[in-house]
């Protein structure tokens, strides 16, 4: 069993208490079919699908009629488990998470027999609170619903009024209801491919432990005030505070080829927070616009943005800032 021990971006001078340390479970898992006839190794990220072709219990899922022929596996609920061990003391680190960047998508998660949470949407990050839970030898099940069977429950579950459409054409062979579910929609089959209604992990799953605060995510748009022709940035960042009390610092914003640079002074309280931060762009500098391929150059900017908060403790996320072009519509009144 490899397991990886990586150093976040969030590292603390007071001592290794107030560090930031996350452990991937990505690599090798055991998949279980729902009555445990069938089982075998799966990697993560990745597809029950994925895992029986690799095996060789499957042939290729693209091939003639196959998505028919394997439309079983679809309709089976299926379960993903692993033993892992902490390298770490656990007792010296105030919250661990359970992260997953991307579940397909229903499944239920287990933590040494006890359930930490619930997924149902193939598109959001999940994050659960297992500092209770979490032990030196651990053992994870995510116990997976078909996807196609959820997505009928749902719909049968709403009786106000018909959502249309209820299934695909029939020259698609594909699975109805799709819009009862936070799936990718065309794995319920669309009129360029087959059905494939996966179960799985598809993006990165790890442990994250940490003390004092944590920076679990930020965004950010470009805003353009026509009125007064200047561009301008919102940034919200989402701060999950562990300490009792508020943690004070600073915020700083750089756009080098914008010239720009702005500090901001912060205060994070207990529990979840979101910091806003508006950015007003240099307006001596002329902000050069996004366009589509074939219309102009794809301009984007360099943007970093360091949180600097109490007792060393510091952030720092880089992105790429594009300009996208807007237009504008003049609405006008028309009376009949």
């Keep these: 069993m490899c397991l990886r021990l990586l150093l976040l971006l969030a590292l603390c001078s007071a001592g290794p208490a107030a560090a930031a340390l996350t452990l991937s479970l990505r690599g090798s898992w055991r998949i279980r079919s729902g009555n445990g006839s069938l089982e075998l190794p799966g990697k993560v990220p990745g597809c029950v699908h994925s895992a ?69 949407n193939m598109f959001r990050r999940y994050s659960f609170d297992i500092t209770h839970v979490i032990k030196a030898v651990n053992f994870i099940e995510l116990h997976f619903q078909s996807a196609v069977l959820y997505a009928r429950n749902r719909s049968e579950a709403h009786t106000c009024y018909e959502v249309p459409p209820k299934c695909p054409p029939p020259v698609q062979k594909g699975e109805c209801h799709v819009n009862f579910i936070r799936k990718e929609q065309c794995s319920f089959s669309w009129d360029w491919g087959p059905s494939f209604p996966t179960q799985g992990i598809w993006k990165d799953v790890r442990i994250e432990a940490y003390n ?43 756009i080098p080829e914008l010239q720009t640079q702005r500090t901001y002074s912060i205060e994070l309280k207990h529990g979840k927070r979101i910091v806003k ?28 943005v360091l949180f600097k908060l109490d007792g060393g403790l510091s952030f720092e996320r880089s992105a790429k800032v594009s300009k996208y072009f807007k237009i504008f519509c003049e609405q006008k009144c028309i009376s009949c």
Aim: contains cysteine.
């Design 52 to 120: 029986l072709f690799q095996r060789r219990l499957i042939q290729d899922p693209y091939y003639r009629f196959n998505d028919l022929k394997y439309r079983w596996i679809t309709l089976d609920n299926w379960t993903y488990s692993k033993k892992f061990e902490i390298p770490f003391d656990i007792s010296k680190w105030q919250q661990v998470n359970l992260v997953f960047e991307g579940i397909d998508t229903v499944a239920n998660v287990l933590l040494n027999n006890v359930s930490v949470g619930k997924m149902d």
């Design 212 to 254: 004092i605060c944590h920076l679990d995510y930020f965004t950010f748009s470009p805003v353009y005030d026509n009125n007064i022709q200047e561009w301008n940035l919102e940034i919200d960042s989402s701060f999950h505070v562990v300490s009792s009390k508020p943690v004070f610092g600073q915020a700083i914003v750089v």
């Design 277 to 304: 931060l508006f950015v007003k762009i240099n307006k001596n500098i002329t902000v050069k616009t996004w366009w589509p391929h074939g219309h102009g150059n794809q301009t984007g900017y360099n943007m970093t």
